[in-house]
């Protein structure tokens, strides 16, 4: 074994600049599979830090509401009561955890906060905004019976789920996950073909050595093995760099950048960018131990 571990020391010296090429296209696709990964698990857990917030709105009708909708025009404190009846209703009340009355007044000023600084605050009036009650569900997946039993009552302009808004934010996100492990995936095969070429160039330069080899009895398992852990020594420090810049991106820009700015949601922690390492690790070596094992045996025609 001792023998095996020179070879591959004076291999690694020998093409140093190829194996540089490996380390460095092998750091790039796993820090893509590793954003890519660290994504997925974003996405999964403000999923479930959202969509356990999420309300449902019954907005009431205005006198700017369209007339298929209301044609009675501004919503009547008749109205008005006979929804908050509904809310407090036998039927609806087991699913409703909680839920508050929003007037014109508030809508105004919560819109004008929101869009402090925009031209379009100046132009918007009190009474255009809807007059809101604001549902909160013990189980947000039954929305769709607050949904179902508000829907056309008199007064009522629309009832909309929030969680609506959260899919296509959501959407969005899968898209870009989607195009990290499309890019990764690219880079994954660039490294396994750069790998190949690195071992075959290795192979061609020791040709003489390989035929003392195998005059002199080695065994194919022997001479192949010095290839392969040329590879796997050279994607392994390339997984290595790759999980420390998982590491680094939640550390210094989940935790250290977006935490600060985003309090209100639930961002991935140092231990997600922890876990995600080994996992970059176990790849590099597979993708090189593949690579090399393949390359080599072509090579040789064993």
């Given amino acids: 074994m001792r023998v095996v571990l020179r070879e591959v020391g ?3 010296r020998r093409n140093a600049s190829m194996v540089i090429s490996v380390i460095l296209v092998t750091f790039i696709s796993l820090t893509f599979v590793g954003a890519a990964a660290l994504l997925q698990l974003q996405i999964g857990q403000m999923k ?6 999420a309300q449902v709105a019954v907005y009431l009708c205005t006198d700017v509401s369209p007339e298929t909708v209301c044609p009675q025009g501004e919503v009547s404190a008749d109205e008005k009561a006979a929804v908050e009846a509904k809310l407090n209703s036998a039927v609806l ?3 409703i ?3 508050y009355f929003e007037n014109h007044d508030q809508a105004y000023a919560k819109f004008q906060e929101q869009f402090k600084g925009n031209a379009v605050a100046k132009y918007v009036k009190p009474g255009q ?3 809101t009650f604001w549902v909160n569900l013990k189980d947000p997946n039954q929305s769709q019976i607050i949904s179902e039993s508000l829907s056309g009552v008199a007064g009522v302009e629309e009832v909309r789920d929030q969680r609506s808004y959260l899919d296509q934010i959501f959407g969005i996100l899968n898209v870009a996950s989607i195009a990290a492990i499309s890019v990764a995936g690219l880079m994954l095969v660039s490294a396994a073909l750069l790998i190949s070429t ?3 160039l290795s192979a061609f330069s020791r040709r003489r050595e390989l035929g003392i080899m195998r005059l002199v009895g080695a065994s194919n398992f022997y001479i192949q093995l010095p290839f392969i852990l040329e590879g796997v020594v050279a994607a392994t420090l390339g997984a290595l760099l790759a999980g420390g810049a998982v590491v680094g991106i939640v550390q210094f820009f989940v935790q250290g950048y977006l935490a600060q700015r985003m309090p209100f949601t639930n961002l ?3 231990g997600d960018g922890l876990l995600i390492v080994p996992l ?3 790849a590099g070596i597979l993708l090189a131990a593949a690579a090399s094992g393949l390359a080599i045996r072509r090579y040789l025609r064993i």
């Fill in 198 to 200: 690195t071992i075959r």
């Fill in 10 to 12: 004076q291999s690694l």
């Fill in 48 to 53: 479930t830090y959202w969509y356990d917030r």
């Fill in 280 to 282: 970059l690790v176990g």
């Fill in 129 to 131: 905004l809807n007059e």
């Fill in 268 to 270: 991935v922690s140092l």
């Fill in 97 to 99: 955890e909680k839920f």
């Fill in 93 to 95: 009340a087991p699913y």
